[in-house]
C-alpha cells in the first residue's frame, strides 16, 4: 500500500487557479494509477481526474475538462492538478487516491487515499 500526502489548497477568487500536488510513497511510483476525487458539503465524493500508471492516458469528469490538467512525475513521485479558471462550485476538499494498474473512475476501486486538501473558490 502506498502513502499518498496532498498540498496545494487555499482560498481562491473565481477565475483564479490554484496547483494540487500528490506526493506518492512507500510503493513503485510507475505502477500505480492515481486520481483525483472531491467531495463538498453534503455531497457525494466525485471523480475529477485519472492519470494511468505510465502518464499516457488522462480522463477528466465533463465539468472540468478545458480548466484542470493531471500530470505525473517520476523523478518525483507526485501527480498534479493544475486548476485554471476556477469557479465557486470547484469549492471542496480534494483528495488523490492510488490504485495498481488498471484505470478507474470510480472511488471505491482505489485503496489508498490521502487526507484531503480543501480548496475553496470565492465569488
Known sequence: Q?????????????????RLSCAVSGRTFSEYVVGWFRQAPG??????????S???YKDYVDSVKGRFTISRDGAKNTVDLQMNSLKPEDTAVYYCAARQWAL???????????????VTVSS
Open 2 to 18: 502506498v502513502h499518498l500526502v496532498e498540498s496545494g489548497g487555499g482560498l481562491v477568487q473565481a477565475g483564479g487557479s490554484l
Open 104 to 118: 478507474s473512475t470510480a472511488s471505491r476501486d482505489f485503496r489508498s487515499w490521502g487526507q484531503g486538501t480543501q
Open 43 to 52: 455531497k457525494e465524493r466525485e471523480f475529477v481526474a485519472v492519470i494511468s
Open 54 to 56: 505510465g502518464g499516457g
